[in-house]
């Protein structure tokens, strides 16, 4: 069974800070993707990469970056967290145009 | 608007009856998808389903698509209290790009 599985569950962050947020996939996937979760709003994709060193930015990328240094490691990087990036952080994987294989997200909290 | 959208926005059955959601999209697509995801958990992958495919089953689970209304649906047979989650449908017009609706939240009730 594929795994995918993010760094923290839960995480608490003070405005200004720098967040990481960590994802690992275990199923050798060229893709991996960062969304956002927020309630009436559904899934938002933040960004995507389709490959080692490959991103793409997504519908709404603006405070983000990303890195993917490993094929399996892809990391969602708040230079400056803000309060409205308070919100559910889902990780995925996937092969092209297959099954997207979700972690159990990083529920985040700015103060 | 969401590519996907799912109807209804909010669905309370008793156990042992049947659910029906919708999810409509707007473009041509390769798949579709639907998700499953208990509260503040991630989403688990139920079943996908190909333009060329017109139904899909697995176990309790019914998926048909109509490219020409652009719509699919999902059926639950005989729901249980443990089916109580929220329900998306995920496109993909072939590329790297998945867009999600914004679910339907089913309540089962025992």
């Known amino acids: 069974d594929v795994k995918v599985t993010q760094s923290s569950r839960y995480l608490v962050k003070r405005t200004g800070e720098k967040v990481f947020l960590e994802c690992v996939q275990d199923?050798?996937?060229?893709?991996m993707f960062w969304y956002r979760q927020d309630p009436g709003l559904g899934l938002r994709l933040i960004y995507f990469?389709?490959?080692?060193?490959?991103?793409e930015k997504g519908d709404i990328p603006e405070g983000y970056s990303v890195s993917r240094e490993k094929k399996e490691r892809f990391s969602l990087i708040l230079e400056s967290a803000s309060t409205n990036q308070t919100s559910m952080y889902l990780c995925?994987?996937?092969?092209?145009?297959?099954?997207?294989?979700f972690g159990p997200g990083t529920r985040l909290t700015v103060l | 608007s969401q590519q996907g959208e799912e109807d209804p926005q909010a669905l309370s059955i008793q156990e042992g009856e049947n659910a029906t959601m919708n999810c409509s999209y707007k473009?041509?697509?390769?798949?579709l998808q639907w998700y499953r995801q208990n509260s503040g958990r991630g989403l688990v992958h139920l079943i996908l389903?190909?333009?060329?495919?017109r139904e899909k089953h697995s176990g309790r689970l019914r998926v048909t698509l109509d490219t020409s209304k652009k719509s699919s649906s999902l059926l639950i047979t005989a729901s249980r209290a443990a089916d109580t989650a929220s329900y998306f449908c995920a496109t993909n017009s072939g590329t790297y790009k998945y867009i999600f609706g914004t679910g339907t939240r089913l309540k089962v009730l025992a």
């Open positions: 990469s389709y490959d080692v060193k490959m991103k």
């Open positions: 199923m050798d996937h060229e893709n």
């Open positions: 389903i190909r333009s060329n495919e």
């Open positions: 995925a994987s996937s092969l092209l145009l297959g099954t997207q294989y």
């Open positions: 473009t041509s697509i390769n798949n």
